[in-house]
């Protein structure tokens, strides 16, 4: 079928009939042409990552082409865990909410030993935010809100079925060559967004690499629905050699349907095509839930994984996000929500430079402050797996000892690590942070997400991210001076006038005095603040926060 | 800097309380607890300079630094995610 002749119902069915979405071939014009058809921006891959890229870009007034070779959403679960940042980013693309609506929100983790509790951790521990420290939702349910909300906007052009079998790159863009199942076609692109996943052929077509290190280890992923109630809450629960699954670790999940996902490490010797097995699986999950419970298996995979990056992320015209830039190990939930984070960050810079506002030099800053958040993502991963999978004997005496100091004493609890979950990175020495020159204490750093925050607009409840411009925002605590009005593409956001920071949490946060001055990027990253700042000051860090100077 | 001149209070009984601690473990079990014995005194000690130093001199020389990246193998690898049938 025509995707945009499929039912709005259909987006919001159930599992399986948004998992049988199939999403027909519609020729383009683009195909008659006698030479290449030209396009600003052409992303390949109809992932999280690619269409929340392509819905930004839309809103902003672009044209996008995504091109994707299959034609469903993802098959499983897979990415199950948003984090709040990826949530916040949604929001701004119009379909957080939606998110939220259908997702399992969870802030409360827990870790076990063996069958004891070791410790509890709330990943949100305080009030006045709008949305929680993650939601787990089916990346197929994910995907097809975003499905939904792209083929809403008439700047996209989902093209499924278009397989790209060649791209040729040069200074100034790229010429893609497409195989559809009425042949093939050219595409020359100002833009190239490679969002085609871990295995991206795109890299592999450029010859290049994604390179560090992978794990000995196998795991299996298994998605059970649950007949009936279920008595584990809506939290994430690890063990460590738990007397169901002696000497590897275990992972307990809740999706929505009363799905859970469980995570079983297997060990590098577990033989893959045996596990995957429905036989060998239902055992397993007997011994975590109990022989009596009534359950279905929904979806199972084994998987090893690998913690690797490309060198860059920028090369020419050709930009890579998300798992084709960098990969993750799945503790920590870094892998979309970072990819998310990726497409956000560079999608304001791709606008702002295809409307003449910025030189090419903005779009490069993506390189340098993705690759940065990319390191910090990885390092993140790779240490909570060094520790649920130690490598070497005295790694293993280590990680035991730790757990058991941690049955009693506190300090052991910090050093445990079952996954440090996903948080922006604040990308700290970015070239386009302007140095603080005034003393704050607060972590609202420039390079820093802004901190959400509760605030009322006449008299109507709203939430500081929310209040915030689609290009730059300047938050202003108190009346702005006259001079602020007149900043290219900046908002003026007046705190106490334009909104009202009730319970005091926005200035709480920020720091803030009166005349307090942040000056936030269109993806909410901080990039200045000052007590009192002059107009110079503030065109100054705004030119710099666009890479013209 | 990790203080390295004498400091313990009854150099003598320290040791004899030390390998009396171990007495009736075997060899992993005492490796277990010297293990557990190094998690509590870095705590206690707190300072990552300090722990960073104390690291060196134990390990005789200059002791390899975690890399921030991470990256000390160089083979390019696909992470697979076999789904079952």
Redesign the interface.
Known sequence: MNPRDIPAEAFHASGAEVQALDFGYVRSPDQDRATPAQHPIVVIGAGPVGLSLAIDLAQRGQRVVVLDNDHKLSIGSRAICFAKRTLEIWDRLGVGQRMVDKGVSWNLGKVFLKDEQLYEFNLLPEEGHERPAFINLQQYYAEAYLVERALQLPGIDIRWHNKVTAVESRADGALLSIDTPEGAYQIDAQWLVACDGARSHTRQMLGLESKGRIFQDRFLIADVKLAGDADFPTERWFWFDPPFHPNQSVLLHRQPDNVWRIDFQLGWDADPEEEKKPENIIPRVKALLGADAQFELDWASVYTFACLRMDQFVHDRVIFAGDSAHGVSPFGARGANSGVQDAENLAWKLDWVLQGRASPALVSTYGPEREYAADENLCNSTRATDFITPKSEVSRLFRDAALHLAREHAFARRIVNSGRLSVPATLHQSPLNTPDTDTFVSTQVPGAVLLDAPLTKQGQPTWLLRELGSDFTLVVFGPAPAWARDLPGAKVLQIGIDVIDHQALAAQRLDALPRTVYLVRPDQHVCARWRTPTEAAVRSALARATAAA | MLNTAPHLQACDDFYEALIAAHQGLTTPES??MN??L???LA?HIGDQATLQHALQLARGGAAPTAD??????????????????
Do not use: C, G, Y
């Open positions: 490796h277990a293990a557990r190094v998690l509590l705590n921030r990246r991470a990256s000390q193998a160089v083979t390019p690898v696909v992470p697979t995610h076999a789904v079952a049938a």
